[in-house]
């Protein structure tokens, strides 16, 4: 903040071309300082000399088309530098297009965001934001009525109840302000959010919406994000069939609803659909509900989150046909064995909710102008997110980010590949470790975790040649989970013994989803056990979980910097 | 600092993180196999899983009898005093006898399962199983825990055997006549947990889907009246209880006991109110001696009269599921309460209102000794759609009955006694008179329903002879 007031006074001997010059030349080495006064003079100075010459851009670059095109095409084999209307443009503004454009702004790059839904894309308005709303609620009602819980703790509730519509609203009441303030701090931070549906018209060039409005960046991000998957066969009608669009709007609480899909949407939703009076079948066509989780925490998340509630299920069954509730007839949901495809069962239920995962949503985009091809829907892109065309080569100044390239279809994950992509358009080569991303799901308790799962580890020390070990602690061991009376969890550790590198970590417990940065972080940064065990978690807190962990496990004596206390 | 804070927490999670790496190792063994028997039988026993831990509770088996294991496998996951751990087997085989079940617990060491290492070896193995488990050498051998007692107790008045399905008055249309059971999940675990056979349970959900009341009041049906009754009459129940009873001691309840209790708590979300009736019963008696030869019991003359009453009040016939409907039944069938031993029964008059008195009075001791004999059919006990309780036999004069949850009404029948009363025409008589007191659930049957109800009751006792026809 000290910087930006200063910067009036110094902002006239920036020359006001230098972004141009910048970002035409093959990107050496970027200059911080001087692009962060770029950046941050445009902030100050508001729009008005950039929404004149916006307008006076436009007119020029239609008659000008062809002569770009050839220029741009030219430009990957070094091209002179040319001006554009942006030095970045990202297409989608959901989490993975704001982190893109906040950091883009960060780094002094002259940003457009295109937007033809709402700000904030699925996260905000259909996703993480609004189901985040519904735990709160689902996690407090059961708290509520779990009379021995609180009886364990001394308390007395009467009856716990809740009203569908007032639930509804704290949902969508909390993704309008996730949204607005999104908009604000693009907003005030000089993002051009356009609206409407971006095209690719060739490189470098999008056209926004169906108008003849036609906008040059030097750079673009595609940010397109993701729908809900629906299965052929399976009708949808929005109210008693179902996906988590509308389930975020919490239209009606079914008495009894089929969950297809038991990843972590399927299992949040469960949560609170079971918590707000539901019964609940899991159809999974794997041979195990919740797949793609640790076996290990797979199999106590089930004792804890399933078992003991009002749920049932099916696996290694397919829903060949769901048909929604109609005169009076309920929804109907064929059911097919899913090796042999033999006809398994058939139920009938009130609703039921289609979770079974997330397509890419590319529609519109114009990937065949520049001879993309999607890969079963997804842009196909290198690990510095550079989208390939179909015949295999990079497709200069184009990236993809988020559920469009399908590398990790997790929010924070677009977000982090938006950041590596502007580092890399502002000279810092950046490649994101995805294995150091953490997942989690909000069920109660939660269930968090980031890299390797123990089969992944194994697999790969057989391939690699290493050992692995795993260490666990359980929530049980732990003061202030006991605390809470929340001994239910365990946190798991997967490592090198040799080295001491940490392969995944996995929690189930108490607030799982806040304790995974801890090792989230030790792996984006490479920390080794033998260091972390030193490091000092308040006690008694449930960060002494990972403490624990950390020192329960077995590392061969590694010389290590900070071994030894230093005396200060 | 660090260290005065640190020591409430350090002891126990050192323990755990040994935990977490020897646990297993002293798990399964063939020390005494191998001395006891030449096949390699192993004991699985029960892990130390901490220093402290003297008994484990065997949370779940991952495996079940007969499963194939190799090593490194996870075989049970076991509670100690701090946390849940799995258990993995150290040697390839079959998991032949589980000794503990679920739920149980077990001491550190002991034997906890049995592993065979052919599938030749599992009868031997399971042999063997049965004999430790007797012998005193098997510490392993659980607490009665209250979970278990169901199996022990086996309440005959619910018959376990398979129902009829065809026999189940509402099947959901989907069900393909009655093939298929469509019971919503929280249903199916209850079912599971209470031992009812679902095919034999009638549902009241959507659909006729079976959900989770409909469960509970299976398995309490056979017994809703009797503890609905226990207050008045004792001398029903006592009968039964003087035998056999501990004084002093605590007794869990049975499973049906456990879902009467549950019944009994779920009757009191039902606003009843009661409407009392004094019925003359001369000419009830009269016919019921002149008709007493042919086999008609008094019983199947009251059935007979509140179905025929019944008839004309469709709406004191129906039942209330959702709160927001009311379900009218397309056939009167009496259920009429029956004490036997450890309990009693309901068994039902179907079709009460049409079939004769004969048939009825034969029908009616068919059920009465298939119920003495623990023979009933669920279709026997679990259809009624009104409830007669007599205790009129015991001497008691008045009383009041419990509604069974999913009906509308339940009918109270005191004893008949002779009462002085003043007749119309001015004069002090003698008439034997009888009280029936109804309960019924106001949401749908109102006191004027009540009251008519009782009035066409009243008139067709007193002037009986339809009854015969």
């Known amino acids: ?568 | 600092m660090a260290h005065l804070l640190n020591t409430s927490f350090i002891p126990s999670s050192q323990s755990l993180r040994r935990n977490a790496t020897s646990s297993a190792p002293p798990l399964i063994s063939g020390r005494r196999s191998r001395a006891q028997v030449q096949a390699k039988i192993r004991e699985i026993f029960m892990p130390a899983l901490s220093s402290t831990m003297t008994e484990g509770k065997i949370v779940s088996w991952v495996k079940s009898e007969g499963d194939k294991l190799s090593k490194g496998e996870s075989v049970v996951v076991v509670e100690s005093d701090k946390a849940d751990m799995d258990v993995e087997t150290f040697y390839d085989g079959y998991l032949a006898s589980i000794m503990v079940e679920e739920g149980g617990v077990a001491a550190v060491g002991s034997a906890i399962a049995l592993l065979a290492e052919t599938e030749d070896e599992i009868a031997e193995a399971k042999a063997k199983a049965g004999s430790s488990s007797a012998a005193p050498a098997a510490p392993a051998a659980p607490e009665p825990l209250p979970e278990k007692i169901p199996d022990n107790v086996g309440p005959a008045v619910v018959p376990k055997a398979a129902a009829t399905v065809a026999a189940v008055a509402s099947t959901h249309p989907a069900s393909e006549g009655g093939k298929r059971i469509v019971a919503s999940p929280y249903a199916k675990k209850l079912a599971k947990d209470l031992k009812v056979d679902l095919g034999s349970v009638v549902g009241s959900g959507p659909l006729g889907r079976i959900v989770a009341k409909d469960v509970e009041a299976f398995a309490a049906q056979p017994t809703v009246a009797a503890a609905a009754e226990t207050s008045v009459g004792k001398s029903a129940t006592a009968v039964a209880a003087e035998a056999g009873i501990q004084l002093g001691s605590v007794v869990p309840f049975t499973t049906m006991q456990g879902a009467v209790s549950r019944n009994m708590l779920e009757s009191l979300s039902v606003p009843t109110f009661r409407v009392g009736y004094t019925i003359t019963t001369d000419e009830l008696d009269a016919l019921y001696k002149k008709i007493k030869s042919k086999g008609v019991t008094m019983t199947a003359l009251l059935a007979k009269a509140t179905a025929l009453a019944l008839v004309k009040h469709p709406v004191v016939n129906s039942g209330c599921r959702d709160g927001k409907s009311f379900t009218y039944n397309s056939s009167i069938n009496i259920a009429v309460a029956v004490a036997i031993d450890g309990g009693l029964i309901t068994p039902v008059l179907q079709d009460a209102d049409k079939v004769d008195i004969y048939t009825l009075s034969r029908k009616w001791k068919e059920l009465v000794d298939k119920a003495r004999a623990k023979q009933l059919q669920p279709h026997e006990y679990n259809t009624g759609t009104f409830t007669v309780s007599n205790l009129g036999m015991f001497g008691v004069d008045r009383f009041d009955a419990i509604l069974p949850p999913g009906t509308g009404a339940i009918m109270a029948v005191g004893s008949s006694q002779p009462t002085v009363v003043a007749t119309k025409d001015g004069r002090i008589g003698r008439k034997n008179q009888m009280q029936v007191n109804v309960t019924a659930d106001h949401r749908i049957i109102y006191g004027a329903d009540l009251a008519s109800f009782l009035q066409t009751l009243a008139k067709i006792i007193e002037d009986p002879k339809d009854l015969t026809f």
């Open chain 1, 1 to 568: 903040m000290q910087a930006s007031l200063s910067l009036p006074a110094l902002s006239p001997a920036v020359p006001r071309p230098s972004y141009v010059v910048q970002s035409a030349l093959p990107l050496p080495p970027s200059k911080p300082i001087n692009l962060r006064f770029c950046g941050l003079r445009r902030e100050a100075l508001g729009f008005s000399p950039l929404g004149r010459s916006d307008s006076h851009r436009v007119r020029l670059s239609a008659p000008s088309r062809s002569a770009t095109i050839s220029a741009s095409s030219s430009s990957g084999n070094g091209s002179p530098p040319k001006s554009f209307d942006y030095d970045l443009l990202i297409i989608g503004a959901g989490v993975g297009g704001h982190g893109a454009a906040l950091h883009a702004v960060e780094k002094g790059l002259k940003t457009a965001i295109v937007e033809g839904d709402v700000v904030g894309g699925t996260c905000v308005n259909r996703g993480c934001v609004p189901s985040k709303a519904l735990l709160a609620v689902s996690g407090r009602i059961r708290e509520l009525q779990n009379e021995h819980h609180l009886k364990a703790l001394g308390l007395q509730v009467s009856a716990a109840g809740y009203d569908r519509q007032g639930v509804a609203d704290h949902a969508n009441n909390l993704a309008t302000k996730i949204r607005n303030s999104l908009t604000n701090s693009m907003n005030s931070l000089g993002v051009d959010i356009l609206t409407g549906v971006g095209t690719i018209l060739g490189p470098q060039k999008v056209q926004i919406g169906s108008s003849d409005k036609v906008v040059t960046a030097k750079d673009i991000i595609i940010a397109t994000g993701s729908v809900p998957f629906v299965p052929k066969g399976i009708e949808v009608d929005g109210k008693t069939v179902i996906t988590s669009d509308h389930a975020l709007k919490l239209e009606f609480v079914p008495e009894w609803i089929a969950i297809v899909g038991s990843g972590y949407i399927g299992l949040e939703f469960s949560d609170v659909y079971t918590a707000l009076g539901s019964e609940v079948t899991f159809i999974e066509a794997l041979d195990q509900l919740m797949p793609g989780f640790d076996p290990e925490i797979g199999k106590l998340a089930q004792r804890v989150l399933i078992n003991p509630r009002k749920i049932d299920y099916q696996t290694g069954v397919f829903a060949s046909k769901i048909t929604p509730a109609k005169d009076g007839k309920p929804v109907t949901i064929e059911l097919i064995d899913a090796k042999t495809k033999e006809p398994k069962d058939t139920l009938e239920v009130d609703a039921a909710l289609i979770a079974t995962g997330r397509a890419p949503f590319t529609q519109g985009l114009g990937l065949e102008n520049i001879d993309v091809a999607t890969q079963r829907g997804f842009i196909p892109v290198d690990e510095r997110m550079r989208v390939i065309d179909a015949n295999g080569k990079l497709v200069p100044h184009l990236f993809c980010i988020g559920d469009a390239n399908g590398k990790m279809m997790l929010a924070h994950a677009a977000s982090a590949q938006g950041i590596s992509v502007v580092e890399q358009v502002t000279g810092r080569d950046h490649v994101l470790n995805h294995l150091s991303i953490p997942a989690a799901c909000f069920t109660h308790p939660e269930i968090s975790m980031v890299g390797l799962t123990e089969p992944q580890a194994r697999e790969k020390a057989e391939k690699e040649g290493f050992e692995v070990s795993i260490a666990k602690t359980s929530f049980k061991a732990n003061t202030k989970a006991l605390a809470e009376n929340e001994g239910e969890g365990l946190a798991k550790l997967i490592y090198r013994p040799d080295n001491g590198e940490i392969l995944g970590v996995h929690i189930f417990g108490l607030h799982a989803a806040d304790l995974i940065h801890e090792a989230s972080n030790a792996i984006a940064l490479g920390t080794r056990i033998q260091d972390i065990k030193f490091a000092v978690h308040a006690h008694p807190t449930l960060s002494e979980v990972l403490d624990e962990l950390f020192k329960s496990a077995k590392v061969a004596h590694v010389p290590s910097p900070v071994s030894e206390p230093v005396a200060v």
